[in-house]
């Protein structure tokens, strides 16, 4: 597909979107009748596939990966980070099947917002102690087994504990986040003791060990989840930050605790897109997607101004109600209901001028950590996994544990210090979390299980993803390489890919237009078409992913 493609009679029922031109390059979607996964690095996927074949179902395939991927994509991802799940779970009777999981990890005890205040401290810097969260991604691994899988948590950690003991070839996008963030690592010297060789930044093809977090992660296989949350593990964790003046003790890790939560979902073009609800960011594409209802067609090109104008717009007004109501559940003050309603969407919709961009739609949310890693998961029994777990920003605050190796989320940069401020930090409470995993139903059954990488974005790669498919009939791998554009303190930032033409319109309507040294984000995509009985999968170019099954 090109940037020129007019919309056809493509409508959510389709089974058959339009397919791309073989002229130009690209890939096609992977299409198997089992089971399928889709991750940013081949060696995830394989390790996925390989437990689905070994008799394992989606969910211990999904850790699987994931914990692989905390070995071979440690920027990306990490046991000292988050993790947030949707899972469709055949013969499940509550929510039609949907479960949603929040694995989010909360501020210490002594977190009181006065303590930082006096200490004059104005905002939680991200490669600050303030800036580490308790993580959640072992306790909701831990968890979701138990509830879900039928592996141990030993059996699914042993792949990243042979990549990390025997060492992993580092692939190519692997290579070039970690070279763009030398900066971040010299600053912490557990950091450059664990991610540096020989004072550089691993290449592509270097073999890399990490001896400490292999004995971590086989303390952890061995003993359980209360090895990494009591115990040496702990103590190290909690002795690192201490000495960079953090508030962080033993009974804050003792604490961690994830939870079952409500999904939330509104209808859109034929099928029903549910998130995650708060402390989760997933309500935006909800917002979005019920503004982008109410304003009809998009245009007729998908790389056109028209289009991304009013999806810019949409997303502005998006984001701007998630900085001012999103945060913890238990202290927020404007509900998800009240956000989604119509009444709500009704004060919205007019404030977007199809012409022009308007200045004071509201304030652009500030740039924050932008590094996750996605993934997604279908079993030959029907189980249908979107799964994402993360460190933040790139390695996290940057600070890893000398004896442990465990590379530290900055999760608390999500909170603000403005007394009376839903998001302001206070103890155990949890930050706005950016970590958006995404499921689409249609006629009752699960239809589409994604995921869109990148910090803030994601929830709008959401909606540029979902329109893509339904509004424009792009097959699921079109959906997922197809340019996006999204804004950052000001600007509207715009990939390579997207045309001159495109760009000058944008900026004649009154956007900033700016070219981002990276690309936006990394989606990994399944697609269940239950009539013809075959799993569609698409991986983004943008990593080094792929989508496999049998």
């Not at 929830?459 to 540029?464: C, D, K, N, S, V």
Request: with cysteine.
């Amino acid at each position: 597909m090109n940037g020129g493609m007019v919309r056809g009679d493509f409508n959510a029922s389709d089974t058959g979107p339009h397919m791309r031109s073989y002229h130009f390059p690209g890939r096609s979607p992977t299409v198997t009748r089992q089971a399928m996964a889709a991750t940013a690095h081949p060696l995830a996927t394989l390790a996925a596939v390989e437990c689905l074949r070994q008799g394992g179902n989606a969910i211990d395939a999904a850790i699987t990966a994931t914990a692989l991927l905390c070995v071979i994509e440690p920027a990306m991802t990490g046991i000292g980070g988050d993790c947030f799940v949707l899972m469709h779970k055949p013969g499940s009777a509550k929510n039609g099947g949907l479960i949603a999981y929040n694995g989010s990890g909360r501020a210490p005890a002594a977190a009181h917002l006065g303590w930082y205040q006096k200490q004059g401290i104005k905002t939680i810097e991200a490669t600050t102690p303030h800036a580490v969260t308790v993580p959640g991604a072992i306790d909701a691994w831990d968890r979701l087994l138990k509830d879900h899988g039928t592996r141990s948590l030993g059996q699914v950690l042993a792949p990243a504990i042979d990549a990390a003991d025997r060492g992993f070839a580092v692939a190519p996008r692997v290579a070039h986040d970690w070279k763009g963030l030398k900066s971040k690592i010299d600053l912490h010297a557990g950091a450059r003791e664990h991610l540096l060789i020989g004072g550089r930044v691993p290449q592509v093809g270097d073999i890399v060990r990490f001896p400490a977090l292999a004995k971590t992660l086989r303390a952890i296989a061995d003993k359980g989840r209360d090895a990494f949350y009591g115990g040496e593990i702990a103590a190290d964790m909690v002795a690192e930050l201490k000495a960079l003046g953090g508030l962080h003790t033993e009974a804050d890790f003792a604490a961690q605790k994830g939870e079952y939560v409500e999904p939330i979902g509104v209808p859109y073009r034929g099928v029903t897109l549910h998130e995650l609800p708060p402390n989760n960011q997933g309500i935006v594409a909800l917002i979005m997607l019920r503004i982008l209802d109410r304003m009809g067609s998009l245009g007729d090109d998908p790389a056109g101004t028209e289009r991304w104008h009013v999806m810019l717009e949409a997303a502005r007004l998006a984001y701007a109600a998630r900085d001012a109501f999103v945060a913890d559940p238990q202290h927020m003050k404007v509900s998800s209901s009240y956000m989604l309603s119509d009444a709500f969407i009704d004060a919205l919709v007019p404030r977007i001028d199809r012409k022009k961009r308007v200045a004071d739609l509201g304030p652009i949310p500030h740039p924050a950590g932008t590094d996750t890693t996605y993934l997604t998961v279908v079993d030959q029994n029907g189980m249908a996994v979107s799964f994402i777990n993360s460190l933040f920003a790139g390695f996290g605050s940057g600070i890893v544990t000398s004896k442990t190796g465990i590379v530290l989320q900055n999760r608390g940069g999500g909170f603000v210090l403005t007394d009376g401020h839903a998001n302001a930090i206070a103890p155990g409470k949890r930050p706005l979390h950016t970590l958006v995993p995404a499921m689409a139903m249609k006629d009752g059954k699960p239809w589409l299980s994604f995921g869109v990488m990148g910090g803030h974005l994601q929830p709008a790669g959401h909606a540029f993803v979902l329109t893509n498919r339904l509004d424009y009939g792009m097959d699921l791998q079109e959906a997922v390489d197809f340019p996006r554009i999204f804004f950052e303190a000001g600007e509207t930032l715009v990939e390579e890919s997207v045309a001159q033409k495109t760009r000058d319109g944008l900026t004649a309507m009154g956007h900033r237009i700016a070219v981002r040294p990276d690309p936006w984000g990394g989606a990994q995509m399944i697609e269940m078409d239950h009539a013809k009985g075959v799993l569609i999968g698409a991986s983004d170019p943008r990593k080094d992913g792929a989508a496999l099954g049998f």
